[in-house]
C-alpha cells in the first residue's frame, strides 16, 4: 500500500488555473501507477487523468484533454495535476490515487487500490 496526500486546492476564478500535488509514501512510488479523479456534490467520483509508473504513458477524460497535464516525478514521489482554463464546471474535490499497473481503459474509482483524502477546487464564473 502507497499513502497520498493531496494539496494545492483553491478558489480560482474562470480562465484561471492551478495545480494540484499528492505526495506519496510507503511503498516504492515509482513503480505505480497513479490517477486523478474527482466528485462534485451529488455526483459519482469520476476519472480526470492517469499516468504510467515512468510517466511516458497517459490518459484523459475528454472533459480534461488539452486543458490539464498529469505528471510525475519519482525521485520526489509526487504526481501533480495542471488545470488551466479551468471552468466552473471543474469544480469538485480532486483525489489522487495508486494502482499497480498502467492501463488506459483504468478509469473507474474500483480500478484503484489506495486514495488520498481529496483537495477541493472551486471555479467561479
Known amino acids: 500500500q502507497v499513502q497520498l496526500v493531496e494539496s494545492g486546492g483553491g478558489l480560482v476564478q474562470a480562465g484561471g488555473s492551478l495545480r494540484l500535488s499528492c505526495a506519496a509514501s510507503?511503498?516504492?512510488?515509482?513503480?505505480?501507477?497513479m490517477g486523478w479523479f474527482r466528485q462534485a456534490p451529488g455526483k459519482e467520483r469520476e476519472f480526470v487523468a492517469v499516468?504510467?509508473?515512468?510517466?511516458?504513458?497517459?490518459h484523459y477524460a475528454d472533459s480534461v484533454k488539452g486543458r490539464f497535464t498529469i505528471s510525475k516525478d519519482n525521485a520526489k514521489n509526487t504526481m501533480f495535476l495542471q488545470m488551466n482554463s479551468l471552468k466552473p464546471e471543474d469544480t469538485a474535490v480532486y483525489y489522487c490515487?495508486?494502482?499497480?499497473?498502467?492501463?488506459?481503459?483504468?478509469?473507474?474509482?474500483?480500478?484503484?487500490?489506495?486514495w488520498g483524502q481529496g483537495t477541493q477546487v472551486t471555479v467561479s464564473s
Open positions: 490515487a495508486s494502482r499497480l499497473y498502467y492501463s488506459s481503459t483504468a478509469v473507474y474509482p474500483a480500478d484503484f487500490g489506495s
Open positions: 510507503g511503498r516504492t512510488f515509482s513503480t505505480y501507477a
Open positions: 499516468i504510467s509508473w515512468s510517466g511516458d504513458n497517459t
